[in-house]
Structures are given as structure tokens and as C-alpha cells.
């Protein structure tokens, strides 16, 4: 039998790959997808913040961190980084699906705090669709609103104060740490940021005008955020609540995050739900429906309508009382989707590739 002699020049070998191997596995590609807020719409409800999702990228070495992105900023967005070890400051970008209160209200708020401490930082990019007329003649701005996020603070005069402490910070107050990068809206998908390995790819899709829905594409993995989208045809007849322009978006990625409503809202139900506003949400069903035919791996529910838990969505009370999970679930299998589905509370999270 032959004795196996390790030469010295094995045994370096062997360091090199054993002290190598760690390495090369940290080096792993990592994709994190966190909702930080699953309220649906405007109304308050125990505490839940507002719409926001945050995805990051990175590898293993850097906690999957490399790259940070908010996909909208609802009330108490702060709040929720805070407790995953995030500042305002470290955002690389902040995309808007669009400028309603609920999707927007936390914004003011992270520039404003990294207007106050972490300004040195390179300006925030903050991606919307360019602005959009609407029918009735208002028009949707997302950059006027980045502009004058911070107004109340310059004109209650605290902007002033608070350079008087130092004189470093810039001039002119939060809505100077942003940069407002807008895209004209296409229903064909479109890259419309990148950084390094990661592309972020948006689609025109209908809740109000000027609303988009965007998608993440990195080495780990993609996730698609829907946003509010629903059906461009604004009520049924028509083939399903989901958005066409999203469900192409979706083909293929791993992961869909996207506001829902459950059917007892709709027509009929006897909660007094505008008919109108529960027919540009997307309904538990139908995202089943959509998901199980792009492919999804996990679908995740987010801006409930109505919360878990609530006998009522604002002022709409539920006749039969609250729903659960299990409630959405039930929905979501209805469509005919098999594969994981997260009911989002405020920071689920899914990572890609799952843990083992
Ligand atoms: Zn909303």
C-alpha cells in the first residue's frame, strides 16, 4: 500500500486553496429583498409604515450591501431602516412607483436627515417618471415634489437655524442632497439606472398617472416591485386586475413584491369600498394568477388593503370582520399559484439564494 507524502510544494498548495476557499464562497453574489412598510393606502393601522421596499445587493463579505435601493418611501420609512442598521445617508438611490401620500410621506424625512448629518455623502438619485398630465388636467410631478420636499423646513426657518450651527451644510436645505433623475414612461421595459452588476428596469403600468413599476436585475437574482399597478382597463370586463406591462416585467424573475387587495373589498362585499379605487388595485387572485405564469418563485404581498387584522380599511368597515394570512393565502392559491408566498408584515424579507 502506498503512503501518501505530502512535498512541501502539496502542502503549500493545499494552504493556498484551503485559505483560498473562504474567499472565493464570501465572494457569493447575494440579493435581499426587505418590505419596509405593508400599509395599504393612507390610513394608519397598529403602527405598520408606509409602502416601501428595500433591495439590496452585494456578497457575503459586505452583508449582501454593496448596492442599496428604496422602491418608494412610505410614513416611517426611517423608522424601519433604523432597525435593519441602515441610514438615510446610504441609499444609493430611491425609486418612486408614484407621488401618492403613502408611497411619499417618508421621503421629506430621509432627506431631510441626510441633509442634517450625512450631506457630505454624494447626492441621493431619486428615479420617478417624468411629469404626467392626467385627464382631469392636474398633473403628477414626482420632481416637483423632490424639489420642495423640504419647503416646510426652509420656511419654518429651521433650514436657516440649523446652518447657523454650520455652515457646511448645503445651501437651500434637504431637496439639495437629491438628485431628481426622471424617465419618460414606456410600456416597453427600460433600463433607467444602474450600478456595477445592478440594472433597474422600469415599465409604464396604471394606478394614476405617471405610476411606474420597476425591476431589479443582478447576478443573484431579480425581483420586480408592481407598485399600485392594476389592469389599464380601468374595471371588468377585462382579462384580470394585473397590469399586462408588469406581468411582462415579471417574466423570468424570481421574486414580484406587489401592493394587493383582497376580494372582500370589491363590489358587493358590503364594506362601501369605492368601487373605482378597488379596481386600480390588483386583487390576491389575480397576482396568483400573474405570478404562476411568469415563473415567480415567491411572490410577495405587501400594502395590504385591508390589514391584517383590521376590521376596517379607513373609514370601510368590513362586515364579517377582519381577515388573516391565511385569508390572503386562500386568495392567492385560488389563482392557481404553487410557489412561496410572503403576506407581508413590515420587514419580511427574502434573500436570494435562500439560506440552506
Ligand atoms: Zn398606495
Redesign the pocket.
Same mark, same amino acid.
Given at each position: 500500500m502506498k503512503t501518501f507524502k505530502p512535498s512541501m510544494w502539496a502542502l503549500g498548495l493545499l494552504a493556498i486553496l484551503f485559505i483560498g476557499a473562504p474567499a472565493s464562497a464570501t465572494a457569493a453574489p447575494c440579493l435581499v429583498v426587505t418590505l419596509t412598510g405593508t400599509q *395599504? *393606502?393612507p390610513s394608519a393601522f397598529q403602527g405598520l409604515a408606509g409602502?416601501g421596499t428595500l433591495v439590496t445587493y452585494g456578497d457575503e463579505a459586505n452583508g449582501c450591501r454593496a448596492v442599496i435601493l428604496q422602491f418608494d418611501a412610505g410614513r416611517g420609512t426611517s423608522m424601519r431602516l433604523s432597525q435593519l442598521g441602515i441610514t438615510p445617508g446610504q441609499l444609493d438611490a430611491v425609486f418612486v412607483t408614484h407621488v =401618492?401620500s +403613502? =408611497?411619499v410621506d417618508g421621503l421629506s424625512d430621509l432627506l431631510q436627515m441626510r441633509w442634517m448629518q450625512e450631506f457630505k455623502r454624494p447626492k441621493v438619485d431619486i428615479v420617478c417618471a417624468a411629469d404626467a398630465p392626467a385627464p382631469p388636467g392636474h398633473v403628477m410631478s414626482c420632481a416637483r415634489l423632490v424639489v420642495h420636499a423640504g419647503d416646510a423646513y426652509v420656511q419654518s426657518g429651521e433650514i436657516a437655524q440649523r446652518r447657523s450651527e454650520d455652515k457646511t451644510r448645503p445651501e437651500g436645505g434637504p431637496a439639495q442632497v437629491a438628485n431628481v433623475r426622471t424617465f419618460a414612461s414606456t410600456d416597453q421595459p427600460q433600463v433607467i439606472w444602474s450600478s456595477g452588476e445592478v440594472r433597474v428596469s422600469a415599465v409604464r403600468s396604471t394606478h394614476v398617472a405617471g405610476h411606474a413599476s420597476y425591476r431589479v436585475d443582478t447576478p443573484a437574482g431579480s425581483v420586480v416591485i408592481g407598485g +399600485?399597478a392594476g389592469n389599464d382597463v380601468p374595471a371588468p370586463p377585462r382579462s384580470s386586475s394585473t397590469s399586462d406591462q408588469v406581468e411582462a416585467l415579471a417574466r423570468g424573475a424570481q421574486v414580484i413584491v406587489h401592493?394587493v387587495i383582497h376580494p372582500v373589498m370589491g363590489p358587493g362585499g358590503g364594506t362601501g369600498f369605492p368601487a373605482p379605487i378597488y379596481h386600480r388595485q390588483s386583487t390576491a387572485t389575480d397576482l396568483g394568477a400573474m405570478a404562476q405564469r411568469t415563473g415567480a418563485q415567491h411572490l410577495m404581498l405587501t =400594502?395590504l388593503i385591508p390589514p391584517l387584522g383590521a376590521d376596517r380599511q379607513g373609514p370601510y368597515r368590513l362586515p364579517k370582520g377582519a381577515i388573516t394570512a391565511a385569508d390572503y393565502e386562500a386568495a392567492v392559491r385560488a389563482g392557481g399559484y404553487g410557489a412561496a408566498l410572503t403576506v407581508g408584515g413590515d420587514l419580511s424579507s427574502v434573500r436570494l439564494p435562500a439560506r440552506k
Open positions: *395599504g *393606502g409602502a =401618492h +403613502d =408611497h +399600485d401592493s =400594502h
